[in-house]
């Protein structure tokens, strides 16, 4: 696979393909994915970790914002935001030494140690005097929880995650989906300042495991880095999984983590089944397995424990009871 | 006059007059005024310098805030900002020179001095989460030409000047009535940030020489600080002056400036006028004047030009080549 198609796989979006193209020419281009101090990371954000091992991979210098204003901005309580930032920079890092990754060109940055400095906050005026409230709020309004009274920091999120690109001295930015109206609005707005627009690399917005969305504040709808693993067999038992529809969180999360890792490895994912029932179905690539699970080859149960078992593993690197007490202060 | 009646004199409303009366009892109480950088600065900010005249006579410290940031929340173009502060900055000191009042107490700060630094941003984050974009909207909806499709600079300018209050470590915000929404905005929204709500002091607004209000931005409604003499007359002559109703921008001038004025003074306003009409008239208060003018004993245009005579006397410290070419670079 070259750069681009390893940068390609699994996204949903790239804005636009052709300069992403030139970007690759450089020697060391950067990236940068924000995520906002809001709940609880889940095992969803393996999906952006994985994204950010390619880019990784591909030779990209990689920032991760820790954005604790975007949180507060975002209805985190400002009295616990610093402890809600601190079990992010705690977790995070361990997410991609649960998949293995070398690290070496990957930066934590959390947003409050350059989003109040005087340039920067110049900016937001300087963009806020450009960009109408209607505009703003449409950017933000799939990011934001607006609430029938929408407040004020919803409206100026997108402004400074606009400026993040700027700042944070970055080629491309990297999100989910849900993040596209955001991406759009800094792209029109960064020329307006004088500062180049970027591109905008989309993945999709899984299904959680019950619900549209694998959310941060939904519980049942994810599973929580910490969740001891028989938590884990319980949430996903419990998950929606109809024999033959495929369009699930489970399959979603098959798709795009589990069987990204195991083709990069190399390796097999295997679902016990007793002899009875035909014995272990061993898969290469997930088409074989969707294949299976539509013709109902693969039964939802033998699914489950296999998927429940996977993830189990991919959290044994959070079994540390440290992690457990600042998560406990933060929430 | 007591102090209390000193700083009512010529108000329109005070929030809450019992608070003004608690903050009259400390030995040096704090007041500012932040005038915003937009406009070309007239004769009806005359009103309120005589107001802090009160202030500083009543003993309180002064501030003026040359709030150059609000400028550019309000449509100021960045490009000039700087350089209407440098004329604001020139010609507001003049104004205590033209009537004469010891300045000692008076101290004038540029608004992005402060308002940039980091307590002060972190601070307009935290309000802007607990204020709703309406509600920051419906606060400036009277001081922001907000236009068809408002920017959300507007929405940000009513927290910035919440702040304000704050930060420049006052007891007494003084303004003009087009303020007020902006001023309960501050009361309402400074404790939810453990911070305490300040006493709100207004004056009216004064009908312009033609139309509501004496405008900075319409040229037509306003004496200018640096109109020649002969500008002046003309203006006054065309202003809207109606014989028998007083209520127009000569006379409202006449009461809160100059007669304000002449009463500190113990001066008379004398109406010059050839002996074959009566000979002049003199006058030691507003009311005499009103009544005359009501009763049509003082016509309209000795009137008028006995307003641009004392109007061209307190224009004289702003006749310096030096202030036109400062004010030329900046619109």
Redesign the interface.
Known sequence: MNKFELIKRNTVEIIEENELKEVLKKKKPVVYLGTAITGTPHVGYFLWVLKLADFLKAGFKVKILLAD?HG??D?TP?NVLEKRYNYYAKVIPLMFKAIDVNIKDLEFIKG?SFQ???EY??DV??M???????E??KASSEVVKFGD????????YP?MQALDEEYLRVDVQFAGLDQRKIMVFARENLGKLGYKRRVEVMIPIIPGLVGEKMSASDEKSKIDLLDDEETVKKKINNAECVAGNPNNGIMAFLKYVIMTIKEDRKEKFVVKRDKKYGGDLVYGDYETIEKDFINKKLHPLDLKNAVAEEINKLLKVFKKKELKKVKDLAY
């Open positions: 204003l507060a901005l209805n400002w409050s109040l400095k005087k906050v110049f005026l300087r806020s005097s450009f960009a109408s409230a209607k703003c709020k009274n929408p407040k004020l920091s919803g409206l100026i402004i």
